[in-house]
């Protein structure tokens, strides 16, 4: 009994034993036997064809190069740039726009834009020469609505302006008009045919516009990260302790954190997100706090890049309706050049495309604003354009202190009195050239082909300088290529008591203008001054010589967003001698021009560019108590 | 195991009692489960290593076996391309949310071959360009064989050629896979769209939702922001390796080498040949070549024969002209060859418009601009051409090109960001890099160039102040002074004391000056020189002021004026003790120089202004082991700063004010440490070292400094704004 109780024991330690053998060997057994199934992780992949040598290729050795041709265009049931917009009419510089004259009472808003685009360097007066005819859609108040205009043939070179959403019924069919417009849809819009623009408030400003309110370059820290539209007008803003949703599960938290923001008022937040569509408030704070997933992980030069870049392109683009309507015949017009568009480069980085012309060069280069990006260093040389206005002596002592730079490349007398000119000029070995002209006071400024380099000393006959502050006012400006680089400065400043802009030139611990009658600036300015300001301007500094200065200081400061810069300049010479009188040039007194000048072109600019700079820079060791021997420019030291 | 241990131990006293014969029986017994066991543990360990070899993974069959799926005639149809889908109508977003981080997953179907009721082939199974082009996607990160994690969808229906296929059919072949929902995530390759005689511009199988990247997009059929045009292959590109040529003048101005064109555009060209001469050379098929096959690789002008691709290189710009298809494979030979095209195809959406700037390497024309091109061409300056033929060596070869239309697709449903930088630096992934620069510079622009973070000219509100950051050890009489003077600067908000010492504790509370503003001490974990530029959460302005905690003699109106000139250059170091390099002909490296000279360019920073976002720069992006370097050295954190900013700006230094002495008004000319000779070959070895590092030497030499604007004039102290300005 008991061998057999023992027996049966063995018996179940031994099945025991094979059970588990059978258990733990057969899988493993079973593993070898069958072709393995690849674990979950690691991928399987595409496979490798056994015959993948023997595949034919997808279309024929024979079968690409023979294309039977037919040379009919592809047709659509829409317009396209090449099927829609005729551009043989726009040959020559720059694009030529004509803009039909209001039918009947229009409102002053109209009435202003009108006059904008007349005064731009678009417009023309003749619908047969122009290369676009503009028809404006925007009275969306007064319920005015354009009739069919009489060049219309089909739209054809035509663009439709709607600033507003237009309320009116379609009077006519668009047909191969282009269409600028604020949110078109996907359905109507023609990719590369028509424009899209910003939605604007009926109040937009018509130029200038406010700058935009980016005080600092970074977020300050502690601020909220997001901000989300709410329906009436409000913000909800989430920051990072707001626990975020993982991607693969739609979020179910209770829309709890965060604080709701009334009013009109942007909140203070890094982020804000706008929704097109108008969903549920409570799905959309869900979706706010998936966007803030990927924000969180957004790194910091990231988030400073962005910031900086709308800053940029509102004020380059969108903060005034004269901006946007520039905008939109600038993009028309970089169609219609083709090769000789604005690079990207120059659509997107400051001073942006409405102020670096493609008319004046295609290569970032050749402006004074990128060689930073480029890589590459405004050239080592300039020239000297001295303007000689009444009573016309020739400026013998200038020209050999010009002439004595090592950086001087050439000198360009601008004749610009009723004297003739002079037969003889003084012996330099710098070449010499003499332009006639015009007797008006905005000659100075024009882009004159002569001009070889990209940096121009602006110089007035009567300036006195010695070849040291020449030098280094140069090195300088090479440092500084898009600003002007001056050696007298004058000031604007709020007047509270008249209620405008004042100007002084006195000497005082700050300024926020260069004189033009000593300055070195990029030869861009000329063409800038030329071509891209209103005409009104230019008239106007034509009539009052000494606005001419405030002008171009304007002009600069309104593309660069920087004060000039200022150099030291001799004293015994500043008291005595310099500024101008009655011209561009020296003037017995340091002297006010024309009263409302400052005035007037801060209201043409529709904002005040102008900035305040309280330094200078003088060379490393200037007026050191060290040995004279160990300075560069030791002219500058006399005192 | 447990069994046969307890079997063991209770062995001794069963055996003895056993008849032999049923003892040898059990012993034969146990050795076979002892065996079996041990081989069971081996087996546990072995099958892991044999997996993890690199074939166990992939099959290895030949593409004439894969299973056949019969369509019935009656299967359901597609509807045809939805023209109105956009990323946010027809994309399902919420599929590729599962890895975040990562990039997007593909899944591809397995390969199958489609019959039709009557046992007829669909399409051809797969073609050679097709099985490469999956072979690429599964072999990227962007695979994934678990068809739940997938975000986007590849068919293996070959469509790359729709005269190739039966639409109808393919269709139904594309319906019925397993995870198709009206086409939602699924990408479909075409390069040669319709057929005779219309040639639609767009694959003509109905497709419903799915993506398409195709050759040869009009703007009739590009979904923008939905569709990827590529390239259109050509079987030459691959076969030929042409050398590289420079940018520069070539012997032909224009060339024309396609054939099968249009005898209006053919009359259009010769015309320009004859206008121009020698400058153009329009090539023509080779009629009276014996041998065929060779045909494709020569082109014929009269009776002269060229070899065709590499007479493109011959020429500065080379046509590409529409065919009956807008995509031509010849743009790929023309881009390969360094030629820049001149693309005459009206409404053409050119391969991966929407990332690379074509403007920069191509010159489009109207078609019925065709006779007036070569004056077109004529007006375009020399620089802007040899900029074009740089950006032609950059354009995507044909592998690269099908991974660039993946990663287009990554980028529109990502923030490009979430590709950070582990892919930039994938050599598989050249174009991971994925932003505007980045798609379109060529590596040779880069070299010299920079891209300023603050780069938006921006003069920061003078309200906003600074925050001064005094790095002190254990001399703290001399910080308690230095704290007095500095906190009568107008502008300073906020004073913090980065406390370097972890053997002593800082004063108490009671023991420090009272000053006007929050005053903060931040304790460190080591003493390292890097915990100066630590972008402490404690700094609120955008404005830092590094000070030694010995810099005693700067005054309030220094120190006030320096903010202010900050202000006018919140990009750069703003400093006043300037010290210079210079170039060492006899040693040939750079020397350290703080001699008082006409030049600078750099400024210590145990006086300096700069942006709080340098310090984020300083600790986490400083390149190669600097940061080790210096806190190992415990030296060299200024000129490292210095070449830190310079280099990522492009912009010198800016030193402010004529002060030199700065630590007591009895010391000699240069201060104390600065004296000492080891000290100056120290230095000189920082800027050698970090130079290496940089790859370049980012410093900027300039002649001038910052003064208020009347210093030194003839002008009523009182008056200036800036009065107490020190001399040395």
């Given at each position: 009994m008991q061998s057999w109780r023992r027996r049966k024991s063995l018996w179940l330690a031994l099945s025991a034993s094979w059970l588990l053998l059978v258990l733990l060997g057969g899988f493993s057994l079973l593993r070898l036997a069958l072709p393995p199934r690849p674990r979950p992780g690691a991928p399987q992949g595409w496979p490798r064809w056994l015959d993948a040598e023997l595949l034919q290729s997808f279309?024929?050795?024979?079968e690409l190069p023979e294309d039977a041709a037919s040379p009919q265009a592809p047709h659509g049931g829409s317009c396209n740039w090449g099927a829609c917009?005729?551009?043989?009419?726009?040959?020559?510089?720059g694009l030529k726009v004509f803009v039909y004259p209001a039918s009947g009472p229009i409102s002053e808003t109209h009435h202003r834009i009108l006059a904008s685009i007349e005064g731009s360097?678009?417009?023309?007066?003749?619908p047969a020469g122009a290369c676009l005819l503009l028809l404006l859609s925007l009275d969306a108040q007064t319920g005015e609505c354009s009739s069919m205009?009489?060049?219309?043939?089909?739209?054809?070179?035509h663009l439709v302006l709607r600033?507003?959403?237009?309320?009116?019924?379609?009077?006519?069919?668009?047909?191969?008009a282009m269409v600028a417009e604020a949110s078109p849809t996907v359905d109507s819009f023609r990719p590369g045919f028509d424009v899209a623009l910003p939605f604007l408030p009926?109040?937009?400003?018509?130029?200038?516009?406010?700058?935009?309110?980016?005080?600092?370059?970074s977020p300050q820290p502690g601020i909220a990260l997001l901000a989300l539209e709410e329906e009436r007008g409000g913000w909800r803003t989430a920051d990072t302790g707001s626990s975020a949703c993982p991607w693969d599960a739609r979020c179910e938290q209770d829309p709890g954190p965060g604080q709701t923001q009334h009013g009109e008022t942007l909140p203070n937040a890094t982020f804000c997100l706008i929704s097109g569509h108008r969903p549920e408030a409570a799905s959309r704070f869900l979706q706010a706090l998936q966007v803030l997933a990927a924000l969180q992980e957004m790194s910091p030069a990231r988030v400073l890049a962005l910031r900086q870049q709308t800053q940029f392109l509102w004020d380059a683009y969108f903060s005034s309706v004269e901006k946007v309507i520039h905008t939109t015949l600038e993009v028309i017009q970089d169609r219609i050049f083709g090769t000789s568009a604005h690079p990207s480069l120059l659509w997107n980085s400051p001073p942006g495309a409405l102020l670096a012309?493609?008319?004046?060069?295609?290569?970032?280069?050749?402006?004074?604003?990128?060689h930073l990006q480029q890589g590459s260093r405004p050239e080592g040389r300039f020239s000297a354009l001295i303007w000689v206005g009444p009573?016309?002596?020739?400026p013998l002592k200038l020209i050999q202190a010009v002439a004595?730079?090592?950086?001087?490349?050439q000198i360009l007398v601008l004749?610009?009195?009723?004297?003739?000119?002079?037969?003889s000029w003084p012996e330099t070995a710098m070449p010499l050239t003499v332009i006639d002209g015009r007797?008006?006071?905005?000659?100075?400024?024009f882009p004159y082909s002569?001009?070889?380099?990209?940096a121009i000393l602006s110089l007035d006959a009567r300036s006195s300088l010695s070849t040291s502050e020449v030098d280094f006012a140069f090195v300088v400006w090479q440092s500084f290529p898009e600003r002007m680089v001056g050696f007298l400065t004058s000031s604007h400043f709020w007047d509270e008591a008249h209620g405008g802009w004042g100007y002084t030139a006195e000497?005082?611990?700050?300024?926020?203008m260069v004189l033009t009658t000593a300055a070195f600036y990029h030869r861009y300015y000329h063409t800038l001054f030329t071509h891209s300001l209103p005409k009104a301007l230019r008239t106007l500094a034509d009539e009052a010589p000494t606005c001419v200065d405030v002008l171009m200081n304007f002009l600069v400061a309104a593309v660069t967003k920087l004060p000039p810069i200022k150099v030291p300049y001799g004293k015994q010479r500043q008291e005595a001698a310099p500024l101008a009188s009655g011209g561009p040039g020296p003037r017995p007194k340091p002297q006010a021009p024309a009263p409302d000048c400052v005035n007037q072109i801060a209201a043409a600019f529709g904002h005040m560019p102008l900035l305040s700079s309280r330094l200078r820079l003088d060379p490393v060791l200037f007026k050191d108590p060290v040995s004279v021997q160990r300075k560069k420019y030791r002219s500058l030291e006399k005192p | 195991m447990c069994a046969s241990v307890k079997y063991n131990i209770r062995g001794p006293a069963l055996i003895?009692?056993?008849?032999t014969k049923h003892r040898i029986y059990y012993i034969t017994l146990f050795s076979i489960v002892l065996l079996g066991l041990i081989a069971t543990g081996m087996f546990q360990f072995w099958p892991h290593s044999i997996e993890s070899s690199?074939?166990?993974?992939v099959e290895k069959r030949s593409v004439r076996d894969v299973p056949v799926v019969r369509l019935p005639a009656d299967s359901p149809i597609p509807e045809r391309?939805?023209?109105?889908?956009r990323m946010h109508t027809?994309?399902?977003?919420?599929?590729?949310?599962?890895?975040p981080k990562n990039k997007i997953k593909v899944y591809i179907y397995a390969l199958k071959k489609y019959v039709d009721d009557f046992g007829v082939?669909?399409?051809?199974?797969?073609?050679r360009e097709y099985n490469e082009l999956l072979t690429a996607i599964s072999d990227?990160?962007?695979?994934?064989?678990d068809i739940n994690r997938a975000c986007l969808f590849v068919p293996s229906?070959?469509?790359?050629?729709?005269?190739?296929?039966?639409i109808k059919e393919t269709a139904q072949a594309l319906a019925q896979l397993s995870r198709w929902d009206r086409g939602t995530n699924h990408l479909l390759f075409n390069m040669l769209p319709g057929g005779p005689p219309?040639?639609?511009?767009?694959?003509?199988?109905?497709?419903?939702r799915a993506l398409l990247a195709g050759g040869g997009f009009s703007t009739w059929t590009y979904r923008q922001g939905y569709d990827v045009s590529i390239p259109v292959y050509s079987p030459l590109s691959a076969e030929v390796d042409l050398p590289e040529k420079g940018p520069g003048p070539r012997r032909y101005f224009l060339i024309s080498s396609q054939v099968g064109l249009h005898p209006e555009y053919r009359e259009d060209l010769e015309a320009l040949q004859v206008k121009h001469g020698e400058s153009v050379l329009v090539l023509d098929k080779c009629t009276?070549?014996?041998?065929?096959?060779?045909s494709i690789r020569k082109r014929c002008h009269k009776h002269q024969v060229f070899d065709y691709p590499q007479v493109?290189?011959?020429?500065t710009f080379c046509v590409v002209l529409r065919g009956a298809?807008?995509?031509?494979?010849?743009l790929s030979d023309v881009l390969q060859a360094g030629c820049v095209p001149v693309v005459i195809a009206d409404s053409y959406i050119l391969p991966f418009s929407e990332v690379l700037d074509w403007k920069r390497a191509s010159v489009v024309v109207p078609e019925e601009k065709m006779s007036d091109v070569y004056s077109i061409l004529q007006s375009i300056p020399q620089r802007q051409i040899e900029e074009m033929q740089r950006q032609l060596?950059?354009?995507?070869a044909r592998r690269e090109s099908w991974l660039a239309a993946n990663h287009q697709i990554n980028s529109l449903i990502w923030?490009?960001?979430?590709?950070?930088?582990q892919i930039i630096n994938d050599r598989i992934y050249p174009?991971?890099?994925?932003s505007y620069e980045e798609w379109n510079d060529p590596p040779a622009v880069k070299w010299g160039s920079v891209s300023n973070p603050l780069f938006l000219p921006l003069i920061p509100p003078q309200s906003q102040g600074f925050t001064a950051i005094v790095l002190t050890y254990d001399r703290v009489e001399s910080l308690f002074r230095v704290i007095t003077e500095v906190s009568?600067?107008?502008?300073?908000s906020k004073l913090l004391v980065v406390?370097?010492?972890?053997?002593k504790n800082p004063p108490?509370?009671?023991l420090w000056p009272k000053i006007r503003v929050p005053l903060k001490v931040v304790r460190t974990a080591e003493n390292k020189l890097s915990n100066r530029f630590f972008p402490y959460d404690?700094?609120?302005?955008e404005a830092v002021l590094a000070i030694d905690?010995?810099?005693?003699?700067?005054t309030s109106d220094e120190l006030q004026f320096g903010y202010e000139v900050w202000r006018e250059f919140p990009d750069r170091l703003v400093g006043y003790p300037g010290r210079l390099h210079l170039w060492d002909h006899e040693m040939n490296k750079w020397k350290y120089e703080s001699e008082w000279?006409?030049?600078?360019?750099m400024v210590l920073t145990g006086a300096a202004f700069y942006h709080k976002y340098f310090n984020y720069l300083y600790t986490?992006?400083?390149?190669?082991?600097i940061k080790n370097w210096v806190d190992a050295h415990m030296n060299c954190e200024d000129i490292a700063m210095n070449f830190l900013v310079a280099n990522v700006t492009g912009k010198a230094v800016i030193k402010v004010t004529p002060?030199?002495?700065?630590?007591?008004?009895?010391?000699?000319?240069?201060d104390g440490l600065s004296l000492d000779q080891t000290h100056m070959v120290e230095r000189s070895e920082c800027i050698n070292k970090f130079a290496s590092v940089f790859g370049t030497m980012p410093l900027k030499v300039v002649e001038h400094r910052a003064d208020p604007?009347?210093?030194?004039?003839?002008?009523?102290e009182k008056l200036k704004s800036f009065p107490n300005i020190g001399s040395l």
């Amino acid at each position: 009994m008991q061998s057999w109780r023992r027996r049966k024991s063995l018996w179940l330690a031994l099945s025991a034993s094979w059970l588990l053998l059978v258990l733990l060997g057969g899988f493993s057994l079973l593993r070898l036997a069958l072709p393995p199934r690849p674990r979950p992780g690691a991928p399987q992949g595409w496979p490798r064809w056994l015959d993948a040598e023997l595949l034919q290729s997808f279309s024929q050795a024979g079968e690409l190069p023979e294309d039977a041709a037919s040379p009919q265009a592809p047709h659509g049931g829409s317009c396209n740039w090449g099927a829609c917009f005729d551009t043989s009419k726009c040959r020559g510089d720059g694009l030529k726009v004509f803009v039909y004259p209001a039918s009947g009472p229009i409102s002053e808003t109209h009435h202003r834009i009108l006059a904008s685009i007349e005064g731009s360097r678009f417009h023309t007066f003749s619908p047969a020469g122009a290369c676009l005819l503009l028809l404006l859609s925007l009275d969306a108040q007064t319920g005015e609505c354009s009739s069919m205009p009489l060049q219309w043939n089909r739209g054809r070179n035509h663009l439709v302006l709607r600033l507003h959403p237009a309320p009116c019924p379609k009077t006519f069919q668009l047909g191969q008009a282009m269409v600028a417009e604020a949110s078109p849809t996907v359905d109507s819009f023609r990719p590369g045919f028509d424009v899209a623009l910003p939605f604007l408030p009926e109040a937009h400003p018509l130029r200038g516009g406010a700058p935009g309110q980016l005080q600092q370059h970074s977020p300050q820290p502690g601020i909220a990260l997001l901000a989300l539209e709410e329906e009436r007008g409000g913000w909800r803003t989430a920051d990072t302790g707001s626990s975020a949703c993982p991607w693969d599960a739609r979020c179910e938290q209770d829309p709890g954190p965060g604080q709701t923001q009334h009013g009109e008022t942007l909140p203070n937040a890094t982020f804000c997100l706008i929704s097109g569509h108008r969903p549920e408030a409570a799905s959309r704070f869900l979706q706010a706090l998936q966007v803030l997933a990927a924000l969180q992980e957004m790194s910091p030069a990231r988030v400073l890049a962005l910031r900086q870049q709308t800053q940029f392109l509102w004020d380059a683009y969108f903060s005034s309706v004269e901006k946007v309507i520039h905008t939109t015949l600038e993009v028309i017009q970089d169609r219609i050049f083709g090769t000789s568009a604005h690079p990207s480069l120059l659509w997107n980085s400051p001073p942006g495309a409405l102020l670096a012309l493609s008319t004046f060069s295609t290569s970032p280069q050749d402006f004074p604003f990128y060689h930073l990006q480029q890589g590459s260093r405004p050239e080592g040389r300039f020239s000297a354009l001295i303007w000689v206005g009444p009573p016309g002596q020739p400026p013998l002592k200038l020209i050999q202190a010009v002439a004595g730079s090592q950086h001087c490349a050439q000198i360009l007398v601008l004749w610009s009195n009723e004297r003739p000119l002079p037969s003889s000029w003084p012996e330099t070995a710098m070449p010499l050239t003499v332009i006639d002209g015009r007797r008006k006071v905005s000659d100075r400024f024009f882009p004159y082909s002569t001009i070889r380099t990209d940096a121009i000393l602006s110089l007035d006959a009567r300036s006195s300088l010695s070849t040291s502050e020449v030098d280094f006012a140069f090195v300088v400006w090479q440092s500084f290529p898009e600003r002007m680089v001056g050696f007298l400065t004058s000031s604007h400043f709020w007047d509270e008591a008249h209620g405008g802009w004042g100007y002084t030139a006195e000497r005082t611990n700050e300024f926020s203008m260069v004189l033009t009658t000593a300055a070195f600036y990029h030869r861009y300015y000329h063409t800038l001054f030329t071509h891209s300001l209103p005409k009104a301007l230019r008239t106007l500094a034509d009539e009052a010589p000494t606005c001419v200065d405030v002008l171009m200081n304007f002009l600069v400061a309104a593309v660069t967003k920087l004060p000039p810069i200022k150099v030291p300049y001799g004293k015994q010479r500043q008291e005595a001698a310099p500024l101008a009188s009655g011209g561009p040039g020296p003037r017995p007194k340091p002297q006010a021009p024309a009263p409302d000048c400052v005035n007037q072109i801060a209201a043409a600019f529709g904002h005040m560019p102008l900035l305040s700079s309280r330094l200078r820079l003088d060379p490393v060791l200037f007026k050191d108590p060290v040995s004279v021997q160990r300075k560069k420019y030791r002219s500058l030291e006399k005192p | 195991m447990c069994a046969s241990v307890k079997y063991n131990i209770r062995g001794p006293a069963l055996i003895p009692r056993m008849k032999t014969k049923h003892r040898i029986y059990y012993i034969t017994l146990f050795s076979i489960v002892l065996l079996g066991l041990i081989a069971t543990g081996m087996f546990q360990f072995w099958p892991h290593s044999i997996e993890s070899s690199n074939d166990w993974n992939v099959e290895k069959r030949s593409v004439r076996d894969v299973p056949v799926v019969r369509l019935p005639a009656d299967s359901p149809i597609p509807e045809r391309g939805d023209l109105s889908c956009r990323m946010h109508t027809c994309f399902d977003v919420y599929r590729c949310g599962f890895n975040p981080k990562n990039k997007i997953k593909v899944y591809i179907y397995a390969l199958k071959k489609y019959v039709d009721d009557f046992g007829v082939p669909v399409s051809n199974t797969i073609s050679r360009e097709y099985n490469e082009l999956l072979t690429a996607i599964s072999d990227s990160d962007y695979y994934t064989d678990d068809i739940n994690r997938a975000c986007l969808f590849v068919p293996s229906i070959d469509v790359l050629n729709q005269n190739t296929l039966r639409i109808k059919e393919t269709a139904q072949a594309l319906a019925q896979l397993s995870r198709w929902d009206r086409g939602t995530n699924h990408l479909l390759f075409n390069m040669l769209p319709g057929g005779p005689p219309d040639y639609n511009t767009a694959l003509d199988v109905p497709r419903d939702r799915a993506l398409l990247a195709g050759g040869g997009f009009s703007t009739w059929t590009y979904r923008q922001g939905y569709d990827v045009s590529i390239p259109v292959y050509s079987p030459l590109s691959a076969e030929v390796d042409l050398p590289e040529k420079g940018p520069g003048p070539r012997r032909y101005f224009l060339i024309s080498s396609q054939v099968g064109l249009h005898p209006e555009y053919r009359e259009d060209l010769e015309a320009l040949q004859v206008k121009h001469g020698e400058s153009v050379l329009v090539l023509d098929k080779c009629t009276n070549l014996s041998e065929g096959g060779l045909s494709i690789r020569k082109r014929c002008h009269k009776h002269q024969v060229f070899d065709y691709p590499q007479v493109l290189q011959e020429a500065t710009f080379c046509v590409v002209l529409r065919g009956a298809r807008l995509g031509q494979a010849m743009l790929s030979d023309v881009l390969q060859a360094g030629c820049v095209p001149v693309v005459i195809a009206d409404s053409y959406i050119l391969p991966f418009s929407e990332v690379l700037d074509w403007k920069r390497a191509s010159v489009v024309v109207p078609e019925e601009k065709m006779s007036d091109v070569y004056s077109i061409l004529q007006s375009i300056p020399q620089r802007q051409i040899e900029e074009m033929q740089r950006q032609l060596f950059m354009e995507p070869a044909r592998r690269e090109s099908w991974l660039a239309a993946n990663h287009q697709i990554n980028s529109l449903i990502w923030p490009r960001e979430q590709w950070d930088s582990q892919i930039i630096n994938d050599r598989i992934y050249p174009y991971a890099a994925i932003s505007y620069e980045e798609w379109n510079d060529p590596p040779a622009v880069k070299w010299g160039s920079v891209s300023n973070p603050l780069f938006l000219p921006l003069i920061p509100p003078q309200s906003q102040g600074f925050t001064a950051i005094v790095l002190t050890y254990d001399r703290v009489e001399s910080l308690f002074r230095v704290i007095t003077e500095v906190s009568k600067v107008p502008s300073l908000s906020k004073l913090l004391v980065v406390w370097n010492n972890q053997n002593k504790n800082p004063p108490e509370d009671s023991l420090w000056p009272k000053i006007r503003v929050p005053l903060k001490v931040v304790r460190t974990a080591e003493n390292k020189l890097s915990n100066r530029f630590f972008p402490y959460d404690e700094i609120e302005t955008e404005a830092v002021l590094a000070i030694d905690d010995d810099i005693i003699m700067l005054t309030s109106d220094e120190l006030q004026f320096g903010y202010e000139v900050w202000r006018e250059f919140p990009d750069r170091l703003v400093g006043y003790p300037g010290r210079l390099h210079l170039w060492d002909h006899e040693m040939n490296k750079w020397k350290y120089e703080s001699e008082w000279t006409n030049e600078v360019s750099m400024v210590l920073t145990g006086a300096a202004f700069y942006h709080k976002y340098f310090n984020y720069l300083y600790t986490y992006k400083m390149p190669g082991d600097i940061k080790n370097w210096v806190d190992a050295h415990m030296n060299c954190e200024d000129i490292a700063m210095n070449f830190l900013v310079a280099n990522v700006t492009g912009k010198a230094v800016i030193k402010v004010t004529p002060r030199k002495k700065f630590k007591c008004p009895e010391c000699t000319a240069i201060d104390g440490l600065s004296l000492d000779q080891t000290h100056m070959v120290e230095r000189s070895e920082c800027i050698n070292k970090f130079a290496s590092v940089f790859g370049t030497m980012p410093l900027k030499v300039v002649e001038h400094r910052a003064d208020p604007v009347l210093y030194k004039d003839d002008f009523p102290e009182k008056l200036k704004s800036f009065p107490n300005i020190g001399s040395l």
